[in-house]
């Protein structure tokens, strides 16, 4: 089901939501898809911080608008596409995915520097800031298969430690209810339309941008300003 925040809203009203929108983010506040950060330790398990090739992350969410965007602001991060995963080539468009039959999950790659970043880390940020992994086929106002929270690992290593983390973060009881959020062997990765990619950043008066993401952002910097880069890495310039 597509959340009517989706729609583009006349121009006063979206001046009126950006102004709410700018105290949201100040007060932390959560509204529709903008939950609170939640402070949670790293993985236990996880590959040490070394110099070598770039690494890919794919992970699922809720709307890749605002995956995309969060991770755009990670430091170590090198590029993040918005895409699809878990269906078929043949079914990966955007009108097809939205129907929810195709298997898709609205996704994001993220290309990394794992002298700079961490797989594990790049979960944290994903439990913490990004998604509610308590909710499987939902987050914030959207609902349906191509919005679940999923992460899909790449190899055994991968699987192994988000695996491990979310036993460890299960165990801790961070949550209220258990996580949900499914692992998948990564089949494919299937980059979205052009007008898709660096959404957050070309829209951010958009009202579902600014309720439901520019928040995870702007949570992102208060939790991880380690992590936080201030200019987004835009996968159109790549």
């Not at 983010?25 to 949670?40: H, N």
């Amino acid at each position: 089901m597509k959340s009517i925040l989706h729609t583009r809203w006349p121009g006063p009203l979206i001046a009126v939501v950006a102004v709410a929108a700018i105290g949201m983010i100040v007060l932390r506040t959560p509204l529709f898809g903008a939950e609170s950060a939640v402070v949670i330790a790293p993985p236990k398990i996880d590959n040490p911080k070394a110099p070598g090739p770039p690494q890919t992350a794919v992970l699922a969410g809720g709307c890749f608008w605002g995956v995309q965007g969060v991770y755009e602001h990670v430091r170590g991060v090198k590029n993040v596409l918005a895409g699809y995963a878990g269906g078929d080539r043949a079914t990966a468009q955007y009108e097809t995915v939205s129907s929810g039959s195709t298997g898709h999950a609205e996704s994001v790659k993220i290309t990394f520097d794992p002298a700079q970043i961490s797989y594990g880390q790049i979960l944290q940020i994903a439990f913490s800031v990004v998604l509610d992994p308590t909710q499987l086929n939902r987050q914030g106002p959207d609902v349906g298969t191509q919005y679940r929270s999923a992460i899909f690992y790449a190899d055994e290593t991968q699987r192994k430690i988000a695996e491990a983390y979310i036993n460890q973060l299960d165990q801790a009881h961070v949550f209220a209810k258990p996580i949900v959020t499914r692992l998948e062997s990564l089949k494919g990765f299937y980059p979205a339309e052009d007008y898709h990619q660096d959404y957050l950043f070309h829209n951010p008066s958009n009202p579902y941008i600014a309720f439901n993401d520019l928040p995870k952002v702007a949570n992102l910097k208060s939790t991880f300003p380690a992590l936080y880069a201030d200019q987004p890495v835009l996968a159109s310039l790549r």
